[in-house]
């Protein structure tokens, strides 16, 4: 018996260390193929698989890259990371057939910075300059968001943005658009704009006591020519079933009121007549 001892200790050793040596069995993962940014919807090309040791795998690790595709990203993944289901969500919205897709460059205050998601309905403002005038119109509401810029997320402090110059869209001015001053977020928001033909009011009766006005147009033909002549945009977060707008639109410049006639005082000692002075009572156009 005490011969074999030996003999059973160093096969219980050999099948000990066998059992230590032996490759961990691997497992299929789905990694980012490259670096994909948050909200892209996942297409097969953007993933891939990746063998490695089944105790290294994170939970819920997906093996089969068809069941990711169409799915949106919730974050931003790297590539060779894990995509897993925690990492998607979110609505994936598609075009009807009487829309397009149209992206437009807006700052973050202008875009409600950290307030907009896919599937909000927003309103559209444009805002040009005409002259030595500055000019802002409510065009269209009830726009489907589609997409917004990650950069929008960014807690960094808000500071004023420029303003285009020259005569912008009427006047003649440069075509360059407004550049927000170093550090301020600015990026892009993909909106659904319907094809058929919008009519754009202006109300001047409540007023100005003139007629209403409505000016038939286009949104796919307006929102290029508005970007190249430098205009600038601003979104505005609408309800579900929001009521219709309606605006004149404004002129900065008719903000700037002062007060009514003022009497000249008559220098001391003079007979002469007191001269009523004033400045003229703005002029109402529409």
């Given at each position: 018996?005490?011969?074999?001892?030996?003999?059973?200790?160093?096969?219980?050793?050999?099948?000990?260390?066998?059992?230590?040596?032996?490759?961990?069995?691997?497992?299929?993962?789905?990694?980012?193929?490259?670096?994909?940014?948050?909200?892209?919807?996942?297409?097969?090309?953007?993933?891939?698989?990746?063998?490695?040791?089944?105790?290294?795998?994170?939970?819920?690790?997906?093996?089969?890259?068809?069941?990711?595709?169409?799915?949106?990203?919730?974050?931003?993944?790297?590539?060779?990371?894990?995509?897993?289901?925690?990492?998607?969500?979110?609505?994936?919205?598609?075009?009807?057939?009487?829309?397009?897709?149209?992206?437009?460059?807006?700052?973050?205050?202008?875009?409600?910075?950290?307030?907009?998601k896919p599937g909000d309905r927003v309103g559209l403002t444009v805002i040009v300059n005409s002259g030595q005038q500055t000019f802002a119109k409510y065009l269209v509401g009830g726009l489907r968001v589609l997409w917004v810029d990650p950069a929008f997320k960014r807690d960094s402090g808000m500071v004023p943005q420029?303003?285009?110059?020259?005569?912008?869209?009427?006047?003649?001015?440069?075509?360059?658009?407004?550049?927000?001053?170093?550090?301020?977020?600015?990026?892009?928001?993909?909106?659904?704009?319907?094809?058929?033909?919008?009519?754009?009011?202006?109300?001047?009766?409540?007023?100005?006591?003139?007629?209403?006005?409505?000016?038939?147009?286009?949104?796919?033909?307006?929102?290029?020519?508005?970007?190249?002549?430098?205009?600038?945009?601003?979104?505005?977060?609408?309800?579900?079933?929001?009521?219709?707008?309606?605006?004149?639109?404004?002129?900065?410049?008719?903000?700037?009121?002062?007060?009514?006639?003022?009497?000249?005082?008559?220098?001391?000692?003079?007979?002469?007549?007191?001269?009523?002075?004033?400045?003229?009572?703005?002029?109402?156009?529409?």
């Amino acid at each position: 018996m005490k011969k074999f001892l030996p003999i059973v200790l160093a096969m219980v050793v050999f099948a000990v260390a066998l059992a230590l040596n032996r490759p961990e069995p691997q497992v299929a993962v789905v990694v980012a193929a490259a670096d994909l940014p948050e909200g892209r919807v996942l297409a097969e090309s953007d993933l891939a698989t990746k063998e490695m040791p089944k105790s290294l795998a994170p939970d819920g690790a997906v093996s089969e890259v068809q069941s990711l595709v169409g799915q949106r990203l919730r974050v931003a993944r790297s590539a060779g990371d894990p995509i897993l289901p925690a990492h998607l969500g979110g609505e994936v919205l598609e075009l009807r057939p009487n829309e397009r897709a149209v992206a437009l460059q807006v700052s973050a205050a202008q875009g409600l910075a950290g307030l907009l998601k896919p599937g909000d309905r927003v309103g559209l403002t444009v805002i040009v300059n005409s002259g030595q005038q500055t000019f802002a119109k409510y065009l269209v509401g009830g726009l489907r968001v589609l997409w917004v810029d990650p950069a929008f997320k960014r807690d960094s402090g808000m500071v004023p943005q420029t303003t285009p110059s020259g005569g912008g869209l009427f006047g003649g001015g440069s075509p360059a658009a407004a550049a927000d001053v170093e550090g301020a977020a600015r990026g892009l928001v993909v909106l659904a704009i319907p094809t058929d033909m919008k009519v754009v009011p202006y109300a001047f009766a409540a007023g100005f006591g003139a007629e209403n006005i409505e000016q038939p147009l286009y949104l796919l033909d307006v929102l290029p020519a508005l970007t190249t002549q430098g205009a600038q945009f601003g979104l505005v977060l609408e309800p579900e079933k929001a009521q219709e707008a309606q605006t004149s639109g404004l002129a900065l410049q008719s903000l700037v009121i002062t007060p009514g006639p003022t009497m000249t005082p008559t220098p001391t000692g003079q007979a002469a007549a007191v001269e009523v002075q004033g400045t003229p009572e703005p002029t109402k156009k529409p």
